[in-house]
């Protein structure tokens, strides 16, 4: 299996970004540590999990980080430490947006699963079917790779298009289609199906399949799809915020050791593989689709007459998390825990300013969320770590 840190990192060195800036130490803030207090989406602010992130960053060169422990049933439990933004004042917050990088491939892979259960494509389906206006441009190998292989990342696609902000003249959705047709002209490096090649592009593709299902842009279907069914508030695209002010955390380069802040993120182009940002207690909203309780209440839904249609369908959400090769499935690596009781699922994300992961125990319907508001090559470590405190926080 391939190594989480491994995978974690090549997450973010994909992804480009730049920036320069001096970083004071960051401090921990009274009001993240208040007694329990109800916060956005009915999440509970806890000052165990501040003192946790405290102690996980603390002298790290990580401004500011936010956390989330999820349980099916009960209340969400948040909690934040440190700055906004490295020399800046204002305190992170436990309902602040966090960017979630390539967290957002299990949101692009639910959103495709609900056009399936609606009968809008087919998990087969295949590019040639979906967008026949691409397939004469790309390929010929391409022309029948299915939705399931551009979200398993054994479509044989490139891992980015040669450059994301080709075709600015065009509408996002029209640059996508160009962007493919650019990148997918030469010979997979392995047949579509028969090899493992992590790509944000193949996510692209997919979610310009799902735009050409519904002839809606991507971004319009992820608000009407997954945010609003679940509830989920505070949900965009992009940098989190104003450009320029510190009403949302910035994210951070780490350089020489040392936080530079920026506001700056992927190509929008790139958006099915990595550009929402929305509070942790939103996203604990999202990740808690994927433990047996949800699955249970999908269920019950789908077998009772009169009832209103599940969420998602039993065979979507088999196949969400269905193994394919080096332990992928549609936007989650699928591998096994002690803590979980079984099987974990777990995936990192980051645009090189941020950096998020999240571990979910199906079988004892938890979750563990953290995302610092900077990438760095130590940063992965410091949020495993800080992942393994929430973890012991439940123990």
Not at 76 to 103: F, N
Not at 150 to 166: E, I, K, V
Not at 335 to 348: D, F, I, Q, V
Request: with cysteine; net charge negative; hydrophobic share 45%.
């Amino acid at each position: 299996m391939r190594h989480l840190h491994a995978l974690a990192w090549l997450v973010a060195a994909q992804l480009a970004a730049l920036g320069c800036s001096p970083y004071p130490n960051a401090t921990n803030q009274e009001d993240t540590t208040a007694p329990r207090a109800l916060a956005a989406d009915g999440a509970l602010v806890d000052p165990a999990i501040t003192e946790a992130l405290a102690r996980a960053f603390e002298g790290a060169p990580v401004p500011g980080v936010a956390a989330a422990i999820a349980r099916a049933g009960a209340d969400t439990r948040i909690g934040a430490w440190g700055l906004r933004k490295a020399g800046g004042e204002a305190p992170m917050q436990p309902g602040d947006p966090v960017h979630v990088g390539s967290d957002t491939k299990a949101m692009t892979a639910v959103l495709a699963a609900r056009q399936v259960d609606a009968g809008l494509l087919r998990w087969d389906s295949t590019l040639e079917e979906v967008l026949p206006d691409l397939a004469p441009r790309v390929h010929e190998a391409y022309r029948g790779a299915t939705l399931t292989q551009f979200l398993r990342h054994t479509s044989g696609a490139p891992a980015n298009a040669p450059n994301w902000r080709d075709f600015t003249d065009r509408s996002l959705r029209e640059r996508r289609i160009e962007l493919a047709a650019a990148s997918l002209k030469e010979a997979p490096a392995a047949a579509p199906g028969t090899g493992f090649l992590y790509s944000n592009l193949g996510y692209m593709v997919a979610g310009a399949m799902v735009e050409a299902a519904r002839d809606a842009p991507w971004e319009e279907l992820m608000r009407t799809d997954v945010f609003e069914p679940l509830g989920i508030e505070g949900a965009g695209f992009g940098v989190p915020g104003t450009l320029g002010e510190e009403d949302a955390p910035w994210g951070h380069v780490v350089r020489r050791g040392a936080p530079s802040p920026v506001q700056l993120d992927n190509d929008p182009a790139l958006g099915p593989a990595g550009t929402v940002h929305l509070p942790v207690a939103g996203w604990a909203r999202f990740v808690l689709q994927f433990t047996d309780a949800a699955a249970a209440e999908d269920a019950a839904a789908e077998n009772l007459e009169g009832a209103d249609a599940p969420f998602l369908s039993a065979a979507s959400r088999e196949k969400l998390v269905e193994v394919g090769l080096d332990d992928y499935a549609c936007g989650w690596l699928v591998t096994k825990r002690g803590w979980a009781r079984g099987t974990a699922l777990t995936h990192s994300g980051s645009n090189t300013t941020w950096f998020a992961t999240v571990w979910i125990a199906p079988g004892t319907n938890r979750a563990f969320l953290v995302a610092a508001n900077a990438a760095g090559p130590a940063v992965p470590g410091l949020v495993d770590r800080a992942i393994g405190a929430l973890i012991a926080l439940e123990e």
